[in-house]
Every structure is written in structure tokens, then in C-alpha cells.
């Protein structure tokens, strides 16, 4: 074995499946081929998709290393009915709660034990978190700053930080080091329908990142939606999320926006409504700025 050889490390890290299996086991079977060294998974198996717990399975029997997201922390809260009392009976968070109640008491007690963040065996120079070392839900995207990154990366020991969370793939070198988003397994919002992950390949203090996307039978997701009642029983926010697989691209959080401008419940009765309003290939930031603009209410 050459020099090379012996110092090159493999691993491959993937995030946000959502309780879409079909997408994660085309992503099992595409690691299977690229044979990494370690896997890693950063978070949110669960929430926004109908078989969480089939994806808790797969990923436990395998004995990966995972994180928690911020949705293992909403349906956890769920669970133990530490959510605000509205919440446990408003249309809003019916998807909330079945997939919640869909979970077995297995999966919870699972769900419960995972850590904040994880580092790597094979390259202990990379630290996993959801959102980033600051909170589970704080999302690092193309349009973080350098500045904020930065000092993300001060504030840790490691050269190369990896997130989750806004199901985004991005690669940024910084001064400090490097931030690696993977992307989202099951619920990719970058226009890309197909599963998404990386490969990370550490060479010699040289971290080399491959962002992947693997086609999985959407069809088949759409159907889970329907034959295990989660379509039904979800409301409008099963419908949302029907309409992110479609078009990979966020739709639930502004339909959420949009009623809470117009001050209006995010209701099945107004979907119509915001989609005529709704432009999915707009950026959200400018989204969000057009719905200050008209909306914007009277002091």
C-alpha cells in the first residue's frame, strides 16, 4: 500500500431524509457502491414525510452514527405534549401530529438519545451538526455570510464544519476552514428532485467534498403519502409538502408566512389563494419582501 493510500479516508455524511424512504434507500444503495469508511447521518430523519419510522430502522440496523435535528426535537415535543396547547388540536399541525403518533415508543426512546453534534473517527478534523454549532435550527446556506462563517468556524476546534438543515448543498472555503451543506435526502429545495448527499475524502490534511444526487422513485413517496393515511389525516400541510416533493423548492414555511401577513389561519380554505400569489422559482428573501411590502400592516 503506498504512502497515498494509507492516508486517505472516505466517508460519507447525508442529512434531512424526512421520513422518505424510498429516497434514502436509493441513497443506501449508492453508498453501498461508493464503500466509504464511516457514515454519518445529521439529522431530521424524521417530520415532513409519512414513514419516519421505517427511517429510523434503516438508519439504526446499519449502526450509523446521527445526530439530532430540529424536527426530532418538534415531534419529541409532540410526544410529550410539551407544545403550546393550540397545537394539539388546530389544523395547522395535524401532519404534526401524526407523524408524531406514528412513531413508535422505540423510535422515541431512540430519538431522545441523539446528541447535538458528532465528529468523525475517520476525519477528526470534521465536525457534524444539524443546523450549526449554534442551534438546530440556525441554517447555513449560499447566502450566509462569509463573516458569520467565520466565526462559526473560530468557535470550534475543527477545520471543516458540515450542516443540514435547509436542504441546500453548498461548499465554502474561508479563512478558518471549509462549511460543507449536504443537501437533503428526502426533501431537496435547490430545484433538484433527485436525493442529495456528499462524499467527503480527506487526502493528507486536504478535505475534498462531492456533492451527490441520486434518483429515487418519486412515484412511489407520493404513493406512501396516500396509503398510509398521512395525505388525509395532514391537511394543508401534507398538501404543502406534496407540492416541495413536486417541485423541490419550499412552499410550507411560505404558505405559513403568507397567512400570518394577511392574518388569516394557515387553513386548507386559503391554499388556493396563496397559490396564486405564490411564485416558486421567486427567492424566498425576495418572497418575504414582497409580502412586507403588501401587507405591510398600520402602526
Not at 222 to 247: D, I, K, N, P, Q
Request: proline share 6%.
Amino acid at each position: 500500500m503506498s504512502p497515498a493510500q494509507a492516508t486517505t479516508k472516505r466517508i460519507a455524511i447525508l442529512a434531512d431524509v424526512h421520513g422518505n424512504l424510498p429516497a434514502l434507500e436509493a441513497v443506501l444503495e449508492d453508498i453501498e457502491v461508493q464503500a466509504p469508511d464511516e457514515v454519518l447521518v445529521g439529522g431530521d430523519l424524521v417530520g415532513r414525510g409519512p414513514q419516519g419510522s421505517a427511517v429510523i430502522r434503516e438508519i439504526r440496523r446499519r449502526g450509523w452514527v446521527s445526530i439530532r435535528g430540529n424536527h426530532e426535537e418538534y415531534l419529541l415535543s409532540f410526544r410529550r405534549h410539551d407544545v403550546p396547547p393550540d397545537w394539539l388540536h388546530l389544523d395547522e399541525w395535524a401532519a404534526a401530529r401524526w407523524m408524531a403518533a406514528e412513531l413508535s415508543e422505540d423510535d422515541i426512546e431512540y430519538l431522545g438519545t441523539l446528541a447535538f453534534s458528532a465528529r468523525c473517527d475517520s476525519i477528526p478534523q470534521l465536525l457534524l451538526t444539524h443546523g450549526s454549532p449554534v442551534a438546530t435550527s440556525d441554517g447555513l446556506g449560499p447566502w450566509t455570510r462569509a463573516s458569520k462563517l467565520d466565526r462559526l468556524l473560530a468557535g470550534i476546534e475543527e477545520s471543516v464544519l458540515v450542516c443540514g438543515h435547509t436542504h441546500r448543498p453548498m461548499v465554502r472555503e474561508l479563512d478558518h476552514g471549509l462549511v460543507v451543506n449536504v443537501g437533503s435526502v428526502g426533501l431537496p429545495f435547490n430545484g433538484d428532485r433527485r436525493a442529495q448527499y456528499a462524499i467527503f475524502t480527506w487526502v493528507d490534511g486536504d478535505c475534498r467534498v462531492e456533492l451527490r444526487q441520486v434518483e429515487y422513485d418519486l412515484e412511489e413517496t407520493l404513493s406512501a403519502y396516500r396509503t398510509t393515511g398521512f395525505f388525509e389525516a395532514g391537511g394543508v400541510t401534507a398538501e404543502l409538502l406534496r407540492l416541495e416533493l413536486l417541485h423541490a423548492t419550499p412552499f410550507l414555511v411560505p404558505f405559513q408566512r403568507w397567512a400570518d401577513a394577511i392574518g388569516k389561519p394557515p387553513e386548507t380554505g386559503r391554499l388556493d389563494e396563496f397559490l396564486d400569489f405564490y411564485e416558486p422559482d421567486e427567492p424566498l428573501r425576495d418572497f418575504f419582501l414582497r409580502i412586507e411590502s403588501m401587507f405591510e400592516r398600520p402602526c
